[in-house]
T-cell receptor
């Protein structure tokens, strides 16, 4: 059974803290994605990675960075957390070349920045 | 640019009622179309998809037909159950290159009451 896991289901941080969200997939997928989900806005793409050490900005990259040192792991970093980054963060992976294929999602991390 | 529009929610139905969630899209070319479902406290999972015009995707009693002439991909189910309570996302992917992003609609929340 395919699996995408995220390091935390719930996280509470303070303004200005550096925050790391971790995502691991066990499907040997090349492509990985970070989204944030907000009510009424659907899913918005923050960053994606097509392979190890590769990254591309999505629609809302400001205030975020990413790291992909190993194929199975994709990290989202909030350099200095702010209250407007309070949101649900979803990680997803997809097989390379399956451009019309399915994305597999993790359970999400609900981040609250106080 | 590409976009997906879904009917406003929340939708509340009685058990065994007929469900329709409307989805229309704007895109160039021939995108693939998807319905994802998010159960409470979980990430998104693929419900069904269609990759070309007139294709019908189906799964778990849900169906959607890719209608290019009306640029629509409406989700239907003949008899909903309480366990169908979830948020449903319509999505598209042009899938012409690996850099094409998946575009999600805002989601429609469905509550099914006994």
């Amino acid at each position: 059974d395919v699996k995408v896991t995220q390091s935390s289901r719930y996280l509470v941080k303070r303004t200005g803290e550096k925050v790391f969200l971790e995502c691991v997939q066990d499907m040997d997928h090349e492509n990985m994605f970070w989204y944030r989900q907000d009510p009424g806005l659907g899913l918005r793409l923050i960053y994606f990675s097509y392979d190890v050490k590769m990254k591309e900005k999505g629609d809302i990259p400001e205030g975020y960075s990413v790291s992909r040192e190993k194929k199975e792991r994709f990290s989202l970093i909030l350099e200095s957390a702010s209250t407007n980054q309070t949101s649900m963060y979803l990680c997803a992976s997809r097989q390379q070349g399956a451009v019309r294929g399915t994305q597999y999602f993790g359970p999400g991390t609900r981040l609250t920045v106080l | 640019g590409d976009s997906v529009t879904q009917m406003e929610g929340p939708v509340t139905l009685s058990e065994e009622a007929f469900l329709t969630i409307n989805c229309t899209y704007t895109a160039t070319g021939y995108p693939s179309l998807f319905w994802y479902v998010q159960y409470p406290g979980e990430g998104l999972q693929l419900l069904l998809k269609a990759t070309k015009a007139d294709d019908k995707g189906s799964n778990k009693g849900f169906e959607a037909t890719y209608r290019k002439e009306t640029t629509s991909f409406h989700l239907e189910k003949g008899s909903v159950q309480v366990s169908d309570s979830a948020v449903y996302f319509c999505a598209l992917n042009r899938g012409e290159t690996s850099y094409d992003k998946v575009i999600f609609g805002p989601g429609t929340s469905l509550s099914v009451i006994p």
